[in-house]
Each structure stands twice: as structure tokens, then as C-alpha cells.
Nanobody, 128 residues
């Protein structure tokens, strides 16, 4: 069964950090671009970061509002994509999703959000 499962969400303080994981099963995550998206309460889901497949040298991409604070990486041994989040602000609370599509090896298609495979999401809250 092809699926993605996120974990690592939870509460954090402003300025704090969280590490989200997205484990792929049923397919080789390395062969496909994987994106992270988030959906704040009452707002639309939007992409925040993406990492290309091994065929494009795992090129990372970030939205400007997370650049310098969030880092995307892969743990190839565990078939997972990680999103390290630091310097969290009150604008970061959301449900965070990872997503991919077996058609895409680079991020150009992934960042559209028109993808077939989504995780269930993991919730992040930021408060004192």
C-alpha cells in the first residue's frame, strides 16, 4: 500500500523548534519529489518546502517565509523526508502535510499541490 505518514507535530514556544518526519511506504521515496504543505485553521493549504528526487540531486526548495528557518532533508535508510523547523513564530501553527505523486521526480509539479498521495497531517501549535 502506497502511503505517507507524518509525525513530530505538537506544541512549541515562539522561537522554538520541531522536527517533522514523513515516512513513505509502498514505494521508494528517493525516486520522487516530496513536498511539505501546511494548512492554518480557516485558511487554504499551501506548500512550504519540497525536495526533489535523487535524479535531480535532491534539490530543496523553500517558500520565502520559511527560508532560513526550516530545513528539508531525506533519511534514505528509513525512506523518510524530514522537516526541521526552527525559530517558530505565531504564524506557523497549522496542520502540516507531506505529499507526493509517483509521476513527479522534481518539485515543479509537487508545489502545485495536485498530488495523489497525502499523509494524514500532523498538527503544530506555537504559544507561550
Amino acid at each position: 500500500q502506497v502511503q505517507l505518514v507524518e509525525s513530530g507535530g505538537g506544541p512549541a514556544q515562539p522561537g522554538g523548534s520541531l522536527r517533522l518526519s514523513c515516512v513513505a511506504s509502498g514505494f521508494a521515496g528517493d525516486d520522487h519529489a516530496v513536498g511539505w504543505f501546511r494548512q492554518p485553521q480557516g485558511k487554504e493549504r499551501d506548500w512550504i518546502s519540497c525536495m526533489g528526487s535523487k535524479s535531480v540531486n535532491y534539490s530543496p526548495y523553500y517558500r520565502d517565509f520559511v527560508k532560513g528557518r526550516f530545513t528539508i532533508s531525506r533519511d534514505k535508510a528509513e525512506n523518510k523526508v524530514i522537516l526541521e523547523m526552527s525559530k517558530l513564530t505565531p504564524d506557523d501553527p497549522a496542520v502540516y502535510y507531506c505529499a507526493t505523486d509517483l509521476y513527479y521526480t522534481d518539485c515543479a509539479g509537487v508545489i502545485t499541490g495536485l498530488l495523489d498521495i497525502w499523509g494524514q497531517g500532523t498538527s503544530v501549535t506555537v504559544s507561550d
